[in-house]
């Protein structure tokens, strides 16, 4: 960050649709909201990595649903609906006219239930670690990731996914398994906070993802939003497999491979991807 400095910090909480939902504001200037991933994590998992961006922008991240600082839901009733609903609320709550996002993973899909809900209401989309237009890609990355993992990974896996379904492990252990295999390089993990995941939140979401997200038919409302796709050339989902997940459905849409880097290009080519978000924002 070069000492330079970065804008004034402010956090606080929103009411939205009777919930408090927690948002961090750093910096000035055109305003970028981040989408994070999970589903279940919070806004953490940007920092510090996109801190530098503050230097031109005004960056609001914020924790989805039942996510660290936000309130949870009494009846656990999460899903897509519900975080669209949720951040339109908060574009209102910021007096926002149009809105640019960047989405992370399952931000990704969140972003583009919002476009093709809002169109609109929607900038630019930056999206990085991309799954796809549809379920089908939610459901080919835990196969991708099977395809990558050790034997025994598999085993370790299947243990603590058996011990979950009993309450007796916590998504903690399952991450502990899992993680190695979102990087290009186990170097990195440690440059990554680490996040909690509300299993709940993962859970609800996930599976609402598996039997509902489809936007296939709704593409056209996406027309006129510029989008840019930053993919890693490692992710579980790589360049070439969300070409047809995604790309080959948004024809104006572009591609950025982000070499030697897996699914967490924040954390592991920030400064590649805050380079590559500052031209297309500005």
């Known amino acids: 960050m070069g000492g330079k400095n970065l804008g004034k910090v402010r956090q606080d909480f929103v009411q939205v649709k009777g919930r408090r939902i927690f948002i961090n504001i750093v910096g000035e200037g055109e305003v970028i909201i981040f989408l994070h991933g999970g589903p279940g994590s919070n806004h953490k998992f940007f920092l510090p990595h996109v801190l530098p961006l503050s230097e031109n922008f005004k960056l609001v991240l914020y924790d989805q649903s039942g996510c660290g600082k936000s309130d949870h839901l009494v009846n656990n009733d999460y899903s897509m609906e519900d975080e669209v609903e949720t951040l339109e609320m908060l574009r209102q709550k910021l007096k ?87 990087v290009y390089s186990c170097d990195n993990l440690q440059k990554k906070d680490q996040t909690p995941i509300n299993s709940v939140v993962n859970n609800r979401i996930g599976t609402d993802i598996s039997n509902n997200y489809d936007l296939i038919p709704k593409v056209h409302a996406l027309s006129n939003i510029p989008i840019i796709v930053a993919q890693g050339s490692d992710d579980i989902i790589k360049p070439t497999k969300i070409k047809e997940l995604l790309l080959d459905y948004i024809p104006h849409a572009r591609l950025v491979e982000i070499e030697n880097s897996g699914h967490w290009t924040v954390v592991e080519k920030s400064s590649e991807l805050n380079r590559i978000a500052t031209e297309f924002f500005q």
């Open 96 to 182: 926002l006219d149009k809105l640019n996002l960047f989405g992370e993973s399952w931000g990704t899909i969140l972003a583009l239930l919002y476009a093709t809900t809002h169109p609109d209401k929607v900038n630019k989309l930056f999206l990085t670690a991309a799954i796809g237009i549809s379920s089908n890609g939610y459901k080919q990355f835990p196969k991708e990731l099977l395809k990558r993992m050790t034997i025994l990974d598999k085993i370790k896996l299947f243990i603590v996914d058996k011990k979950m379904k009993k309450g007796k492990a916590s998504m903690k252990e399952m991450l502990k398994v899992i993680d190695p295999y979102y």
